[in-house]
Structures are given as C-alpha cells and as structure tokens.
C-alpha cells in the first residue's frame, strides 16, 4: 500500500506541474496576440509634422501601376539623404602646455656577485673528560702516639706579659695615675692523693676430691613387664538414617522435633514452608548401635507437587495427628497410601500428639491402637510441651529401621 501510495502522488505531482507549464504557455500567447492586434501608436515626426502612422515618404519612388491580374508592386525603398549642418569654425589653436618630462628613475641595481665565504665552523660539542676509577679505599696508617704525662694541679700562670706602670700621664683629676695592677692569682689547689691499686679477689681452690676406683659393673634391671590386657569387646557399629515426620499442618510435627533435638519447646505457631532438616545421634549401648538420624519436617500440604522428592530415601515414619482435631485422625490414611506409593513398607509409628490439652481431646489411645494395628506400626501419645513419649518414639524408630 505504501508503494501504491508513493506512486500516485508521483503522478499527481508530474500533473499539477503539466498544468501549471501550460496555463503559463497560454497566458504567454495571449499577450502576444494582444499587442499584435493593437494599432501602431502615432509619434511625432523628427521634422516637427504629426505622424501620419506610416513611413514618410522620403526617398520613396512611386510605385508602378499594377497590370490587372496581379499583385501589386510595392515601391522600392531608397534611403533618405540627410543633410548634416554646417560646422562652426574651429577657434584658432592655442599653445599646448606641455608637461615636464619625467625624471628618469635609476636603473634597478643589478645585484653583483659577492665573494664567496666559507660557512663559519660549530665549535665541536662539549664532551666531558673520561672519569677516571676511583682509586681504591686504603685505612689511614695509625701511628702509636707517645704517652703524655697527666696533668698536675698548678697555679695558674698568665702568658701575657705584665704592662709597665706609665707614669707620664695624668688622671681627670690632675693626679698620676696608678699604677696597673696584675691579675688575680687564683688559690692554689692541692693535688690529689694517689688512690691505692685494687686487686682482684683469687677464689679460693675446691678441696680434691679423690676419684672412687672402679668396681664390677652391675646389670640393668630387666623392664617390668606390661599388665594383660583386657578382652576387647564388641566394636560400635555406626549408621546414618533419614526418618521423616508427616502430617497435617498444625499438628505439632516442628515442636516435637524442636523437643527431640534440642529440648525446647514453644508454643508459637510458625507454618514449615517446603522441609528442614535436623540431625540427632542416638546410642544404644546394649546393642553397640550409633544411630545419627536425619530429621525431614515437611511441610502439612498433600497437594504440595515435592511431596514425592521429600519421601524419597525415607528408611522410617512418623504419622502425626493431633487428638483436638479429629479430622487430623482421618487424613492419616491418605498420608500413609502417599508415604507407602513412594517408599513401600518400612517402620512407621503412628502419634497422637497434645495430650496434655485433655479438656479438649476428641479420640484416645484406642482409636490410635486400631489404625496402627491395620498398618503393623505402634501408637503413641505424646506431648511436645510435658515431653511424654517424645524421646522413646525417636528411640523405637531408630531401633526398628537398624533391626
């Protein structure tokens, strides 16, 4: 559509400028049509006659009659003469003041060849004098100096010779003057007294100390020998197992964990989003059994799509359902149908958890029996908040599932 469009304002251009070429051609030949059909303007003639709209006559010959039969003959055109006027005398000539001549400007100087000069010699560039290496390092050669006596204590004995007393002068007040005096001797000091050599303290001599003559040299005493040891018994046999708690949410599967693993509870409500994973290590020393179990906690939706990758690898169960809501009691079959699709037939244990809230129980111990006889597990009730049953049911599981 585009191209079409493009295309017929193409056309619509070349028309309207066509139109336009023509319109102008028209007004053009319309205007000289006009002035061609207008009648010649009459002007005055040169020699002061009005014009008659026709060629003067001047120069014209008559024309010759025309013979019938045929065209006319037009006259034959002779150019007119025209009479110039006569020219006034020319006044006679006078003296044409002629200018000065020019000076004659000197000849440009021809430039002359000069001598030829050598160009002038660059001083050679400053180089610096090779460095000579520098001698090699010789200690300075130390002279004993002769002992110097040590100084003594004298008096003290100017250098400067004593001025002579000048008596041929006077003082301000017309006296003579005294005569100099000579320095100030200083107190003689004594020397000091020599101070008596000390002599380092020679230690005494040990007392000797005669050296025993050898005698018969006697054997070691053999070493004692070690205790019997006592009889090792059975060693620990270690396993590492995944057991997973389900059921639905609400129904205290996170607290009973939280109790088991680390022996808390809290009775605030926080919904497990997916899984979590703890870990508890059992021992049963009777058997030599080191158990660390795996704790899967998931989450109380059947229609979770992971549900089938949270079961997988699962060595044991927990059904969880709380004894206040009897319909948690009802839904535990369609978890176990779920549970057993994935894993088939492994230890369960079947708990009906808060039964420490007994105002509020809705099914006991009976009702938990029965479906736990259906699917060859045990029954339990527990308390996550008393911690009745907690540790025993872990403790059941993890025995069944190393039997």
């Avoid at 039969?69 to 037009?74: F, L």
């Avoid at 704790?295 to 690898?313: I, K």
Wanted: glycine content about 4%; some cysteine.
């Amino acid at each position: 559509m585009a191209f079409l469009d493009n295309t017929v304002l193409y056309y619509a251009l070349i028309a309207i400028i066509l139109v336009v070429v023509m319109v102008v051609v028209a007004y053009v030949i319309m205007r000289r049509s006009k002035a061609s059909a207008q009648p010649p303007v009459q002007q005055d003639s040169p020699w002061g006659q009005p014009s008659t709209g026709t060629l003067p006559s001047v120069g014209t010959q008559p024309a010759p009659a025309a013979q019938p039969g045929q065209p006319p003959v037009q006259p034959a055109y002779v150019p007119p003469t025209v009479e110039r006027p006569a020219q006034a005398p020319m006044p006679p000539s006078q003296p044409v003041a002629q200018a000065p001549p020019a000076p004659a400007r000197p000849a440009p100087a021809t430039p002359q060849a000069q001598a030829y000069q050598p160009p002038a010699q660059q001083p050679p560039a400053y180089q610096p004098p090779a460095q000579q290496p520098p001698a090699p390092y010789q200690p300075p050669v130390m002279r004993p100096q002769p002992a110097q006596p040590a100084p003594q204590n004298e008096a003290f004995t100017p250098s400067m010779p004593q001025p002579a007393p000048d008596t041929s002068r006077t003082s301000y007040f017309g006296q003579p003057a005294a005569a100099a005096q000579p320095y100030p001797q200083p107190p003689a000091t004594p020397a000091p007294a020599p101070r008596p050599a000390v002599q380092a303290a020679t230690p005494a001599p040990a007392p000797y100390t005669p050296v025993p003559a050898p005698g018969p040299v006697m054997p070691a005493p053999a070493p004692a020998m070690p205790a019997p040891a006592a009889p090792a018994g059975p060693e620990m046999r270690h396993f590492t197992k995944k057991i997973i708690l389900i059921g639905d949410g609400g129904v205290g599967k996170t607290t009973l964990i939280r109790k088991f693993v680390y022996d808390m509870f809290d009775d605030k409500y926080i919904a497990t989003i997916g899984t979590k994973v703890s870990k508890k290590k059992v021992q049963f020393p009777e058997t030599q059994l080191d158990v660390n179990l795996m704790v899967w906690d998931v989450q109380g939706q059947r229609n979770d799509p992971l549900l089938t990758r949270y079961f997988a690898g699962a060595e044991g169960a927990l059904f969880v359902c709380d004894v206040t809501r009897f319909q948690t009691f009802e839904n535990l079959p369609e978890w176990i149908n779920d549970f057993e699709a994935v894993c088939g037939k492994v230890p369960m244990i079947i708990l009906g958890n808060k039964s420490d809230l007994i105002d509020n129980t809705q099914f006991g111990e009976s009702e938990l029996g029965a479906l736990a006889a259906r699917y060859n597990a045990k029954a339990f009730l527990t308390s996550a908040k008393t911690g009745a049953n907690v540790e025993s049911s872990f403790k059941d599981i993890a025995r069944a599932i190393t039997k």
